[in-house]
């Protein structure tokens, strides 16, 4: 099994900025994409980011410009980093990966979610 664990969420001002951290764990053979989501309340979940394992990175339109992904493959983690937050940015931010696992008769691809990090941005 894979584990993700989040860490990083808080409150912080309006144009303030965070770092959000997630650490894989298990039986993992390769992590092919690591990504965030979050949801608000009342809202879908929706893509904030997400990075593949040779580097290339997605984005929402709503945090363009203001959001960096990145990911340490040796160390299995991934990375958020955002400023100039906005209370729309409030939400619960969740870590995803997309994992090989090493199976008896091969790889097997799965997807796995953190248990989520509750971000708020208020004065």
């Known amino acids: 099994q894979v584990q993700l664990v989040e860490s990083g969420g808080g409150l912080v001002q309006p144009g303030g900025s965070l770092r959000l951290s997630c650490a894989a764990s298990?039986?993992?053979?390769?992590?092919?994409?690591m990504g965030w989501y979050r949801q608000a309340p009342g809202k879908q979940r929706e893509l904030v980011a997400d990075i593949t394992r040779t580097g290339s990175t997605n984005s929402a339109n709503s945090v363009k410009g203001r959001a960096t992904i990145s990911r340490d493959n040796a160390k299995n983690m991934v990375y958020l980093e955002m400023n100039s937050l906005k209370p729309e940015d409030t939400a619960v931010y969740y870590c995803?990966?997309?994992?090989?696992?090493?199976?008896?008769?091969?790889?097997?691809?799965?997807?796995?979610w953190g248990q989520g990090t509750q971000v708020t941005v208020s004065s």
């Open positions: 298990g039986s993992i053979f390769s992590i092919n994409v």
């Open positions: 995803y990966a997309r994992v090989s696992i090493r199976r008896l008769t091969g790889l097997r691809e799965n997807d796995y």
